[in-house]
């Protein structure tokens, strides 16, 4: 899976999703991303999926953390980008809702266990 943390025009605040009822974890926030395709290198997913599922164009990204983590029905490798460059006007194009968040009021409690430390990275890591 990959996932972007995208990042406003100011970097004081990043876009989050929250998960479709009938998805797993459906109700918690999550940052936006997907499924990588057979053979597809992560930046490339990480910008097909933003495309499809926020509607916005990737221009810069860079490696944010590589984190795995055990559910008791699944287990999850989240390759988490920062995106600090984009262009589009972003809208939940698979009828999710989207919001821009406060870094400092992100609540780990409010997202999948397998994002909480990207939480924890996205603070460490300068905007």
């Known amino acids: 899976m990959v996932a972007g943390v995208i990042y ?8 989050v999703a929250k998960r479709l009822p009938r998805s797993h974890l459906g109700g918690y926030w999550e940052f936006p991303g997907g499924k990588l395709q057979p053979g597809e290198e992560p930046l490339t ?9 926020i509607n916005i164009e990737v221009k810069t990204a860079e490696p944010l953390i590589k984190t795995d983590h055990d559910y008791p029905e699944k287990s999850v490798t989240l390759d988490v980008w920062s995106v600090y460059e ?6 939940g194009n698979e009828g999710q809702v989207i919001r821009w968040l406060d870094i400092d009021s992100l ?11 990207v939480i924890k990275a996205i603070r460490l890591a300068p905007p």
């Open 8 to 15: 406003n025009r100011h970097r004081d605040q990043i876009l």
């Open 45 to 53: 997913a990480l910008v097909r999926e933003l495309r499809e599922e």
């Open 86 to 91: 984009w262009t589009g006007v972003c809208q």
């Open 107 to 117: 609540d780990p409690g409010q997202f999948p266990a397998a994002d909480h430390p």
